[in-house]
């Protein structure tokens, strides 16, 4: 029998058995949804993120405490670690030793309880230097940010976040006013928009100051949390990435990569960091979704079975007039792999439509920046697995369908 | 050698023995049966049920192999023949009518005739020809179109035999064909098997029970517990077409 007369017969054994076709595909529709689901939303966070990270500008350099290796898990483990010292600023800030550095901020961070009247806040403590204000973008919506005199001087001075100030001065305009902070005052200068909730720095709920004077009032520490370099525009950033890395090791006095006990990284690296987190959790919802799948070519065979039995008459005659064995294994196999397939194309559209919708409620309903993404390979990966799946669980039903005997077939009642 | 054509046999059975293996017990169902059928005969095999003639029209048919003995089907020995052989031999050379029709359902009268085509290395662009005039053969010109379910039992076993003929095969098996028609149909379907039989020179072997549907053959095999009880030419000879326009 030629192809196009196996395919032919293999379309009018389902559309003889329509809604029976039509109930086994559902599993394979389901399955190729989600995966499809999982991979465009997947793909848009990654993108969202990304886009983020990036809006810091390229030139951007972190130094954290502590060794964090590649992988994920330690990210923040050393967050709190104390090796990073006022000496390392100096040494870095030096001509000589990181040529390409345009600018050095200072981090440090806590988390206080702040006070306003009768009312009270947790606030997420943020000491940082006036060029917060150009690295992370922020342009207050009342006020002004404090100047590099005031960290200077220690400032008693707070920029807070749309959530701090909501809560603590509801409609009153707290520019000027005096907030306490673990029983300090701290005169606000600033209040910035809120982000929206979707961003991946999300600075409502922070207090911003001047770090010295975080350090001196607040936290009682003369280290930093966090180092962020701005290299010079032009500068290679893995130059400027190494100088650094040089400097800090010769001021730490260590000389073993692997005992280095801080870590530089640029915005690639959290890029990349990032990244294989969004892609780790995509793939962990594909294989759950995977079980959808495997659910559904279960369900082929178990109808696929039925329907050889159903059949076994057809598959007499067919083979009295002449049909061999390989004749209708390929026309029951062909028909399971039509059904798979068309559930596929079915779930590639469903998938995508539905991950579309919810692109439009994320940028819409949420406002944030949600760009759609089809899952070009996804869809590729949907379409062939679901025909893999017709052949390898159509496979034992049309062996068996092909190997009935014709007289045993044409008794059947 | 045209002539002579008709001298050779297209079926010769040797000391045929057919059994089941049914658990602990071996059912015999035909137990030693050898006769030959010359090309262009017409032999009607009767038989009470479970005499065996089923089997055997079977084991004739390519579509069961015997336990033991020989079957020459048109001067080879089948027992050599592959399975995919087989089934092109039963395309080819062979012609199925059976009790119950055996139509696909939801498909047209014209789809049905063409069915074994699918399966044949007959081009494509000749099935609508061949399977037109098939159908035409048997008067159904006018139901091509149409849907077995939109048809009489005896249209129906009229679209299976034009299904039978389509591919031009030598020999016909017909089990039973009148089994499920009234008189009246069976007999048209009968005119129609004699004609096969006379005007084109096919070979027919027709299964039945009923003594008045075997007298039209040329000669009857009478089967009894898978032996051969007689084998004797018919002395009055029905005429199908006769009996039909009364």
């Keep these: ?413 | 050698m045209a002539h002579l054509a008709f001298l050779m046999n297209i079926i010769e059975v040797q000391n045929l023995k057919k059994s089941y293996a049914d658990g602990e017990t071996e059912t015999i169902a035909l137990a030693d049966v050898s006769f030959t059928v010359r090309k262009g005969e017409f032999l009607a095999i009767m038989g009470p049920s479970g005499s065996g003639k089923s089997t055997l029209l079977h084991v004739l048919g390519l579509l069961d192999e015997p336990s033991s003995g020989s079957y020459l089907f048109d001067g080879k020995n089948t027992y050599s023949y592959t399975g995919d052989e087989l089934a092109r031999l039963r395309n080819e050379k062979i012609g199925f009518v059976f009790q119950s029709f055996n139509l696909l359902a939801r498909t047209s009268v014209l789809e049905n005739v063409k069915l074994p085509l699918a399966y044949s290395s007959i081009p494509e662009s000749e099935w609508d020809e061949r399977a037109a005039k098939a159908i035409e053969s048997v008067g159904l010109a006018h139901r091509m179109d149409h849907q077995p379910d939109e048809l009489s039992g005896g249209e129906r076993q009229r679209v299976a035999i034009a299904r039978a003929l389509v591919t031009n095969p030598d020999v016909i098996f017909a089990d039973e064909p009148t089994g499920n028609l009234d008189s009246k149909s069976g007999k048209n379907v009968m005119s129609i098997i004699q004609e096969l039989n006379e005007k084109q020179g096919r070979t027919i072997i027709l299964i039945t029970h009923e003594t008045s549907t075997a007298e039209h053959s040329e000669r009857i095999i009478r089967l009894i517990d898978g032996v051969i009880e007689s084998d004797e030419k018919v002395v009055n000879r029905l005429k199908a077409t006769d009996e039909y326009i009364k």
């Design chain 1, 1 to 413: 029998m030629t192809y196009k007369h196996l395919i032919k017969t293999a379309i009018t054994g389902l559309e003889t058995n329509r809604s029976r076709s039509i109930l086994t595909i559902i599993g394979i529709v389901i399955g190729i949804t989600a995966i499809m689901l999982v991979m465009s939303l997947g793909a848009g966070a990654q993108n969202l993120i990304l886009s983020q990270v990036q809006g810091l500008g390229t030139n951007t350099i972190a130094v954290v405490p502590g060794l964090v290796s590649t992988s994920p898990s330690s990210f923040a483990a050393n967050l709190y670690s104390d090796s990073l010292k006022p000496a390392d600023l100096t040494a870095l800030e030096s001509k000589a030793n990181v040529p390409g550095l345009a600018d050095i901020m200072p981090v440090v961070l806590g988390s206080e309880p702040a006070t306003y009247q009768s009312n009270d806040y947790q606030v997420t403590l943020f000491g940082a230097t006036d060029l917060i204000a150009s690295i992370f973008d922020l342009t207050p919506t009342a006020g002004q940010f404090f100047t590099a005199d005031d960290v200077t001087s220690q400032s008693k001075v707070a920029v807070i976040g749309s959530k701090v100030a909501s809560n603590l001065f509801g409609n009153d305009n707290p520019i000027n006013q005096q907030i306490n902070v673990n029983g300090v005052s701290f005169q606000v200068v600033a209040v910035l928009p809120s982000s929206g909730g979707g961003s991946l720095f999300d600075f409502d709920d922070m207090t911003i100051m001047p770090y010295t004077t975080a350090q001196t009032y607040l936290l009682g520490i003369k280290y930093f949390n966090r180092l962020i370099i701005e290299a010079a525009p032009g500068a290679n950033v893995e130059v400027v990435a190494d100088d650094i890395t040089t400097t800090l090791a010769e001021s730490h006095n260590i000389t073993d990569p692997t005992k280095y006990d801080f870590t530089v990284q640029t915005q690639q690296d959290l890029a990349n960091r990032l990244g294989i987190i969004t892609t780790a959790l995509t793939w962990f919802l594909v294989a759950m979704a995977s079980i959808a799948l495997f659910v559904g070519g279960i369900g082929i065979m178990n109808i696929m079975l039925v329907a050889v039995t159903e059949r076994t008459r057809e598959i007499g005659l067919r083979k009295a007039l002449g049909a061999t064995d390989r004749d209708i294994l390929a026309q029951f196999l062909i028909e399971a792999v039509f059904l798979t397939g068309i559930g596929g194309l079915i779930g590639i559209v469903l998938g995508s439509s539905l991950a579309y919708l919810i692109s439009l409620g994320l940028s819409y309903g949420l406002g944030l920046n949600w760009q759609f993404v089809f899952p070009w390979f996804g869809a590729v990966l949907g379409f062939g697995v679901s025909a893999l799946i017709g052949l390898v669980f159509g496979s034992y039903p049309a062996h068996q369908a092909s190997k009935k005997s014709p007289i045993e077939a044409l008794r059947y009642e």
